[in-house]
């Protein structure tokens, strides 16, 4: 597996040795050993999650300030344009953000640890997005950043207005919304 350290370190990009022949292809889509050889990380990942959106759908900037969840993420059909946000006040790359294309096809995945809000966008007609998560869905403890918000400057291959969640659609600006110290 190759690891990338992507410009926020602690955001990592990976990329599984994939086996293929006539027949199709087979890759490790987690081994424990690589991922913690690859990012330094030692997860106890304790739910999955796996949602389809269609095109144009734009998902995030979520988060959840308490049980907050470490993410490995990545597509199974389609296309999707996946970014992480760091908004941990203490770190030098507070309000910065990473993203990189997710594809069925490239097989590419993200970790994102714990102190990042989370989004991704669909390019393709439908993706679906699979991702392991550290702690479990607290509906009570989630909360959302404006995808747009100028702060942050996320350039969004966008294909037009993106179709938002009433969640997403009332999400507040980073120096307005409830992060991490």
Known sequence: MKATRLSIPEVVLLEPKVFGDPRGFFFESYNERVFQQATG?????????????????????????????????RVLAGEVFDVAVDIRKSSPTYGRWVGDILSAENKKELWIPEGFAHGFY???????????????????????????????????????EPTLSTKDQHALPLAMAETFG
Not at 47 to 63: A, C, E, F, P
Not at 130 to 156: L, Q
């Open 122 to 160: 669909v390019l393709s007609e439908a993706a679906e997005f699979f991702y392991k998560a550290t702690d479990y869905w607290a509906p009570e403890h989630e909360r959302y950043v404006a995808w747009n918000d100028p702060s942050i400057g996320i350039d969004w291959p966008l294909d037009g």
């Open 41 to 73: 990380v030692v997860p106890n990942f304790v739910q999955d999650n796996h949602s389809r959106s269609v095109k144009g759908v734009l998902r995030g900037l979520h988060y959840q300030i308490k049980q907050t969840q470490g993410k490995l993420v």
